[in-house]
T-cell receptor, first 114, second 117 residues
Framework: SQTIHQWPATLVQPVGSPLSLECTVE??????LYWYRQAAGRGLQLLFY??????ISSEVPQNLSASRPQDRQFILSSKKLLLSDSGFYLCACATWGGRTDTQYFGPGTRLTVL | AQTVTQSQPEMSVQEAETVTLSCTYDTSESDYYLFWYKQPPSRQMILVIRQEAYKQQNATENRFSVNFQKAAKSFSLKISDSQLGDAAMYFC??????????????FGQGTILTVHP
């Protein structure tokens, strides 16, 4: 089974500073990868997903971007953070197999923008 | 577009008792999957149970079971013999199986479950 790593676990950044969150996956190949944001401890909002290296789809227009430089690496970035970017960011991984596709989540990164 | 609705923002249960969390969904697809995820205070999302829509039999995982009513588009989670460790926020989610969905999950807003000793 796959293992998902995210770092950093916690980050405090000033408004206007850049951002780079990393997600790496072990134990699988060619996964679908996803970035979610959770604000105020409620529902998850899908930000980006990727079905392969260099293939990124954005779900919500915003201040963030994503990249997938390697098969099992997914990066969330920003050139200039906004206060509204604060939240809990979760990376998820799914591997299509048979008739099932289940997403497994990493431990998350708590981002506070001050 | 898919929607998932959890109408119970908060629920509570006594330890060792049974509790049911409600979820309704809306999709135009015929082939889809439904999930319950648990988010404890650590905030990591943990898969609790999965149901394939083409299966009539309700999924079970130890003390967790679902009541899947396809016609009513209802997918409730039953937790039996509740334990203190079950206290968490629970999310219902749906996923279309179609090739263009790319496995994108749609989540409900969550239900906070409190377990009283």
């Amino acid at each position: 089974s796959q293992t998902i790593h995210q770092w950093p676990a916690t980050l405090v950044q000033p408004v206007g500073s850049p951002l780079s969150l990393e997600c790496t996956v072990e134990g699988t190949s060619n996964p679908n990868l996803y970035w979610y944001r959770q604000a105020a401890g409620r529902g998850l909002q899908l930000l980006f997903y990727s079905i392969g290296i260099g293939q990124i789809s954005s779900e919500v227009p915003q201040n963030l971007s994503a990249s997938r430089p390697q098969d099992r690496q997914f990066i969330l970035s920003s050139k200039k953070l906004l206060l509204s970017d604060s939240g809990f960011y979760l990376c998820a991984c799914a591997t299509w197999g048979g008739r099932t596709d289940t997403q497994y989540f990493g431990p998350g990164t708590r981002l506070t923008v001050l | 577009a898919q929607t998932v609705t959890q109408s119970q923002p908060e629920m509570s249960v006594q330890e060792a008792e049974t509790v049911t969390l409600s979820c309704t969904y809306d999709t135009s697809e015929s082939d889809y999957y439904l999930f319950w995820y648990k988010q404890p205070p650590s905030r990591q999302m943990i898969l609790v149970i999965r149901q394939e829509a083409y299966k009539q039999q309700n999924a079970t995982e130890n003390r967790f079971s679902v009541n899947f009513q396809k016609a009513a588009k209802s997918f409730s989670l039953k937790i039996s013999d509740s334990q203190l460790g079950d206290a968490a926020m629970y999310f219902c989610a749906s996923l279309n199986a179609g090739g263009t969905s790319y496995g994108k999950l749609t989540f409900g807003q969550g239900t906070i479950l409190t377990v009283h000793p």
